[in-house]
């Protein structure tokens, strides 16, 4: 029985959510600059996106650039951007073929213009696809996405559209970047590293966390298979005791 043959397909997880880390260190270990490792992850993404979506996954969020990554040399930045845009241009025949819609979450604003307009159109182009949506988390940190949301919320108040007495966490949750996706059941992270890094801190309040060695440029079909098994073989309580889920 292979791995893909233990994965219940009745019990997947509708969103799964991946910090694609160790790009860096992939590229060190081969005596190569870390821009070797972001252009080796590239097919990481591939992979991950097809198995999900041959799966039936619905939503696969990938953190691909944090609020705080601005802060790496703008070499590294400069060639993290151009990998980006290469890539979405020669994905997008790739996407429409398997029926999958990009979409971006983060502060796009903050893009280099060239590639916040190849995203726009590329979102454009892929927006009638339904099988899967593939959502690229780009200058996204969550922290950055709940002020936004506050900031939002607080306008509509000081406009008198909103009584702060109706403000529940649906509502708040519908003005988030990720509004109208369903919150991640699992949450994969790469490269050995136990933190969340400012990622959907929000919507992984239940989320299963999946933590892996590999590093990001290793990582295959195969791997996500392992962690949807492993994510499958828990118990997810929501609070509750063993025994009410059973009864
Ligand atoms: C993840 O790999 C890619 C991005 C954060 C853009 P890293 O570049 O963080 O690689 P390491 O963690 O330094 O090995
Ligand atoms: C998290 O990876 C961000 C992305 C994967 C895009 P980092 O490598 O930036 O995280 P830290 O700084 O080590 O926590
Ligand atoms: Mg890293």
Redesign the pocket.
């Known amino acids: 029985m292979t791995l893909k043959d233990k994965i219940d397909l009745e019990r997947l997880p509708r969103h799964i959510a991946i910090?694609?880390?160790g790009n860096g260190r992939w590229a060190k270990m081969r005596g190569k600059p870390r821009t070797f490792g972001h252009k080796s992850g590239v097919k990481s993404v591939r992979e991950s996106t097809e198995a999900a979506a041959e799966l039936g996954v619905e939503y696969l969020t990938l953190?691909?650039?944090?609020t705080?990554?601005w802060k790496r040399p703008k070499f590294e930045i400069d060639a993290l951007m151009h990998l980006l845009l290469q890539t979405i241009n020669k994905e997008t025949e790739t996407l429409n073929k398997n029926n999958i819609r990009l979409n971006a979450i983060g502060n796009l604003d903050n893009l280099p213009s060239n590639i916040h307009k190849g995203l726009m159109r590329i979102i454009d182009d892929t927006a009638g696809n339904d099988r899967m949506t593939l959502t690229l988390?780009l200058s996204y940190s969550s922290r950055w996405e709940i002020v936004e949301t506050l900031k939002k919320l607080a306008l509509q108040v000081k406009n008198k559209q909103l009584n702060v007495e109706d403000l529940d966490q649906e509502m708040f949750a519908s003005y988030l970047d990720t509004a109208n996706m369903p919150d991640p059941e699992l949450l994969i992270r790469t490269s050995g590293?136990y933190?969340i890094?400012n990622?959907l801190l929000w919507q992984i309040a239940y989320a299963e966390l999946y933590f892996t060695p590999k590093l990001w440029p290793d990582f295959r079909k195969e791997d996500l298979y392992e962690a949807i098994v492993d994510y499958q073989g828990r118990e997810r309580r929501f609070g509750k005791t063993s025994e009410q889920l059973k009864a």
Request: hydrophobic share 45%; charged share 30%; net charge negative.
């Open positions: 910090i694609m880390d953190y691909a650039f944090s705080e990554n988390a590293e933190r890094s990622f």
